[in-house]
């Protein structure tokens, strides 16, 4: 007997000229303002702005914001750990869509 599962996916497709508040990227990504904010001061994320409640992050962060929440909860990674994974993973992106030499 074969059981099948379907998996359904949704996502949204953000524009890099979009800004979040950290209140919205906090709802937006999962995350918590707190971890965010751990996020922000271990330098995963600038986010333009002095104050924090000044703050606004690019589209982009959306991504990274998913990213290190699923780090943090799946792998245990400290603040520190998810900035350092994030930027090897950014990195491994830039060299995967690199063209050859």
Do not use: C, H
């Not at 992050?57 to 520190?80: H, K, P, V, Y």
């Amino acid at each position: 007997m074969t059981s099948s599962i379907t998996v359904y996916l949704q996502g949204e497709i953000v524009e890099e000229s979009i800004e979040f508040t950290l209140s919205e990227l906090s709802k937006a990504s999962g995350a918590s303002t707190e971890q965010l904010s751990l996020w922000v001061a271990e330098g995963a994320f600038e986010p333009r702005g002095e104050a924090t409640l000044a703050w606004r992050f690019s589209g982009s962060a959306l991504r990274r914001a998913a990213t290190a929440q699923r780090l943090t909860r799946d792998l245990g990674l400290n603040a520190a750990g998810v900035s350092l994974a994030l930027d090897l993973l950014e990195e491994i992106e830039t060299l995967r869509t690199r063209p050859d030499r």
